[in-house]
Structure formats: structure tokens, C-alpha cells
């Protein structure tokens, strides 16, 4: 079977970030068939209209490397009871000039850390209402609100024991998603 590419958006810049953690971990439990890739949006200017016609270097970047995947995990933190202003960008550079959305036909997982007790709850749905405009088939079960308390990460950053086997469940039923929409 071909290698299957996952870009993964982190809705976070924050160097600690538990997010940036909890992707890099999710990655380690991908298996060997599947890349899980890391997709920089630090660098993306502010969205401007003006700009549809001229696309930044980094914007074009964003795109080819979203249109190379197979599929996108959202890992987003919650700001103020929804996604973080950094990500909300970078979807809406990618999903611009209209008709021309990198986005389109690209099936989703959306997953995410807090230390709040709901964990990144609204955040995710505000964020799966974007992606469903988008076109983006997401997925829908199991739900993964993940809060930031001892033991979620082990010693060497990977999932901790605890949290493992549902982090694991989630990312293999996420996989099988994609390939249901493999074209």
C-alpha cells in the first residue's frame, strides 16, 4: 500500500504549546503506512482580498503542501470559546481566491488540548461549522476533547498510558475516514 500524507495544522504558536506537543505525539502513533506532517502557519500574512490575485510565497506554500495530503488534522487550541485568530487565517488563505479553495474534497479530523475541563469543545465546533463550508468531509465520531493534566504526555512526550489507547482509537478511525475518501 502507497504512504498516506496527513498535513496537521496546530492553531497554535506558543513554543510550550500542548498542542504542538500532542501533534508531534499523535504522530508517533501513526502507523508505518501513514506520515503525519507538520504544516507551518507562524509565517502567513494577515488575509487581505487585495492580496487573492498575488498570493504570498508562504501562502502558496500552505496550499501546495494542504493539495499534497490525503487528508488534514486540525489540532487547535481554544481561545476565547473558539479557534485561535492564527488558524482561522490560515484557512482563510488557503481557502482564497474563491474557487480555488486548497481545502475542497480533503477529509478532516478535528482534535484539540486545554486544560479546561470540556477540553477544546466549542472551539472544535465552531471550527467543524468552517470546515463543512469548506467542503471538507469531517469526521464526526468519536469526538476527541482532550484536557491537559498529568500523565497525557509520558517522559519522552509521547501519549501517556492513560490516554493512549483513546488518542490511538481516534487517529485509527480518523485514518479509516480518510481512505473511505481516498479518490
Do not use: C
Not at 464526526?140 to 509520558?154: C, R, S, T, V, W
Amino acid at each position: 500500500m502507497s504512504q498516506i500524507k496527513i498535513a496537521v495544522i496546530v492553531g497554535s504558536l506558543r513554543r510550550d504549546s500542548f498542542n504542538k506537543k500532542f501533534a508531534a505525539a499523535l504522530a508517533k502513533l501513526a502507523p508505518a503506512d501513514v506520515t503525519l506532517t507538520p504544516v507551518e502557519i507562524g509565517d502567513l500574512p494577515l488575509y487581505n482580498q487585495d492580496d487573492d490575485g498575488n498570493q504570498a510565497p508562504a501562502v502558496k506554500r500552505l496550499k501546495s503542501e494542504i493539495a499534497a495530503s490525503q487528508g488534514v488534522i486540525f489540532v487547535t487550541p481554544e481561545y476565547n470559546r473558539s479557534v485561535p485568530g492564527v488558524l482561522k487565517n490560515a484557512i482563510d488563505n488557503a481557502s482564497r481566491p474563491y474557487g480555488q479553495s486548497a481545502w475542497a474534497g480533503k477529509p478532516a479530523g478535528v482534535i484539540g488540548v486545554s486544560v479546561g475541563a470540556i477540553g477544546t469543545a466549542l472551539a472544535q465546533q465552531h471550527l467543524r461549522n468552517v470546515l463543512a463550508y469548506l467542503d471538507m468531509p469531517t469526521l464526526g465520531q468519536p469526538e476527541a476533547f482532550i484536557q491537559a493534566k498529568d500523565g497525557l504526555f509520558d517522559a519522552d512526550g509521547a501519549i501517556g498510558a492513560a490516554s493512549r489507547g483513546f488518542v490511538k482509537g481516534w487517529l485509527d478511525r480518523y485514518l479509516a475516514f480518510v481512505k473511505t475518501h481516498a479518490g
